[in-house]
């Protein structure tokens, strides 16, 4: 080392005032880092806790069970060891109930990392415990599962918060670098004077660098140590050791190899063309490696991304690419400073006044002087907008996402067969219910979701996610037209006629048949929408024994049947459609006739009833009604025949993707094979919306339940309930009580919390940019022995000490209004870019097919950027010209 460690004492109390000042600033950017990762962590650890707390029985704990010839409490230290060797200590307790070691997690204790650590960990605590015991205990319970969800969340989360915190790291970043370079400026005539006494360059170079670094790591170990300070005791969290880490050694890095730059380049006096040259070559890279981590932004949406073994991973350079395109934002500001200052000026050159034209050409002639402090104020501004607009469109989106996931207020599935899903409905007494049915069809390449469903209750059941839907605008492209043909009556009365079959010869004998045992099935519509279905049989069941003693079914068909059905009251009903079939028991073929309709006296005109699209059978008008002849096979569908209201190709609302990997549009008819029941339909597009409630993918097709069950020859029966109340509790509890084998779903409160908690990176990112960014400028505002000796001039030359300060603060000024426009110009265009795709992230459930908008409060932000400008305004105008003027201008005599 050049001089040993006195020179370089001596050397650096020589320098005390910028040194102090770098320790100080590191000091600061430590705390903010540490600080706002700190408080980052903490909202993942209250996700972490509110996940864990909602979560009971068996999915909540791990049970090791042991052998009697084991020892539980042994079993049970070597849990609590294996999971000190983990890192966990203490986030599970260990207890032993019954014999069995129980792991639960310590609600009061556990942390995010904590969690994210026992995820893998857990599975091999098993073998941690028979390496200790020598037994090999049986594992049972969910907790393992349940932390893989909470993962995953978490994970999926930290996307956002990576980019908040990027945003502050990149500008702390500057600012370290910036003050850094403050002692090297200060020795650059030392540093040429060593060079010229012989000093090598390394030497020279790397004696800034040890003592930038020395000062920095100082500075950025108080400044870290004080934010793991503040953060446990306002979160009663310990942060943790790597974030102090990391930041210290970066800020101490930036440091380093800042000054060695500014050193190397500073000692020997080199070409300006060549320097200028290469600070343009830096400025093409850095928007080289902007555009390819902006365009790697747009393709992944978020910095986690999956690599190929389906793990989650952390894209640096996606991380960083919108705090890149700010600060690429604000060089182009810095850039475009020096030509507005001159437009400027030149368009005031007539006046004769000082300002603004003076204020206006020192700073087009001297825009190095500005640079940090225009793109600090451009960062600051930026980021306060991305802030801003994430936190409005968050705020915007709220619920929409889980009420997208869930479809209704509450919905009920997975409906066994021999519960009528009405009956579900009327357990819980939501305010209104709708019934539905999930299907799917085979398309070209992938299965095509169909949902089917009460489209009269689409207004009241479902909801519309924000406005990305309209139920009402739904339910009315899938209602059927009105009907003229309305039934006069509270009742509808019909007979089914049955004739004889021939007689069967056997052996030379006559055997009689008898009639054909029938079902026949009634549908009428009702004016609201509402479909009710009626069956009857003329077949009479009877089981019987034989002289044996064995039991035998009797199947005796009666040649005619009428029957009555009472209709619904309070609404105008229509006779939809009629469907025969043989009876499953018994098979005697024939036919059979529908005849002597009548409704409230009234007959009802059966003339322009047509057979339903692929009916099997055949359907035929008689004088008197319908005759049908099913398929001669017991088993095969109904044949069916519908009234003229019901539209040969079912109604179909349509999702947009699906739609165009489709090419279908309204109007156009497809036919599709339905699974389960394997039936085929054709479906007309009516209508097509961004995204369907209550499927997986938020894709899929919308149909209404009774249209469709009128085109099938199988009876469609429905296996969920959508319900719409204001005690979603309530109802689910209904439900469960009355029917426990079924699954309620309800929206997740929690969801729209966690994500609102990324938010506050953001917004602290924004706090922590506008701090540093105030410390820039009071740093710029301290006055150098130049600018002491400028101001003198100034006010001796006829300005006057207020007048000259009021033109160093004019001068400052346009440089923070430069700043402003340019950060609310590149705040603007970052958050077009990221807002959407991060928010979406945020949730981690959303469909890429749903809309998710950029949204801002205009007044808000506007207020936020108004009193952050005014806050650096009154710092940059408080400059004052010095009281003593004669020293400094006979400095040099």
Known sequence: MIGGLRFALARARAATAPLVTLAIVSALAALLVVGVAGLVSAVETREVRGALAAVTGDRARIVLTVDASSSSDATADAAAAALAGLGAGGALTVTVEDGDVVLAPDLDAITADQALTLTDGLAGLRDAVEAETGDRPQESGGLGSTLEAVRDGIETRRGPTTVAL???????????GAVALEPVR????????????????????GLAAVEAIAVALVGAVVGATAGAIAVALATAAAPGILIGGFAVLGIAVVAGVVVAIATARGSDRGSARARAVADIGAIVLLAVVTGLAVWQFVQAGTPIVERGDGAAALDPLVALAPALALGLAAIVAVALATPIARGIAAAFSRSRRVAPVTPLRLASRRPGRHALSITVVAFAIGTITVAGAYQSSLTALGDAPEALR?????????????????????????DAAMLARSLSAQGADVRIPILAVEAAQLPEVMLDSDGAIDPAAMSEALALPPSDAVLEGDALTLTLLAPPAPPLEFNGELTEQGSPALQVRVTVIAASGAVETFEFTNADVRESEDDNGNAYVEVQAAPVETVTFDLPADDDWTLAALAVGYHPLGYVPGGGEITDVTSGGAPVDLSGFRPAAGTPGAVEATDSGLAFTPESAAGEPFTRAVAPIVPAAVPAVITTDLAASMSLEVGDTIALELIKPDIEAEFEIVDVVPVLPGTATGQGMLVDLGTLSMASPFEIVPTQVWMSTDD???????????????????ADPRSAENAAGTASAFVLAAVGAV?????????RRTRSRDDSRELALFAVMGLGRRRASRLRAQEDLFAVAIGVIGGIAAGAVTAWLIVAPLVRAAYGSVPEAY???LRVQPGV????????????????????TPVQLAPLL???E
């Not at 109802?731 to 779903?745: G, L």
């Open 166 to 176: 990027g945003l502050l790291g990149l500008l702390t970043a500057v600012v370290v």
């Open 186 to 205: 200060a020795r650059d005539a030392e540093s040429r004077l060593l060079r010229a006494r012989g000093a090598r360059r390394r030497d020279v170079v």
């Open 406 to 430: 869930v479809g209704a207020d509450v919905k009920v599935g997975t409906i066994p067969e021999d519960v009528a899903a009405a009956d579900v409905a009327a357990a819980g007494s939501p």
């Open 728 to 746: 979603p509790g309530a109802v689910t509890a209904a439900v469960a009580e009355a029917f426990p084998q079924t699954v309620t779903t309800v």
């Open 771 to 779: 701090v540093l960014a105030l410390v820039v400028l009071m740093l």
């Open 851 to 853: 809309p998710i908008d």
């Open 861 to 880: 932000l506007a207020l936020a950027i108004a009193a952050t400008v005014a806050v650096f305004c009154l710092i940059v105008a408080s400059v004052r």
């Open 890 to 892: 006979r400095e040099d």
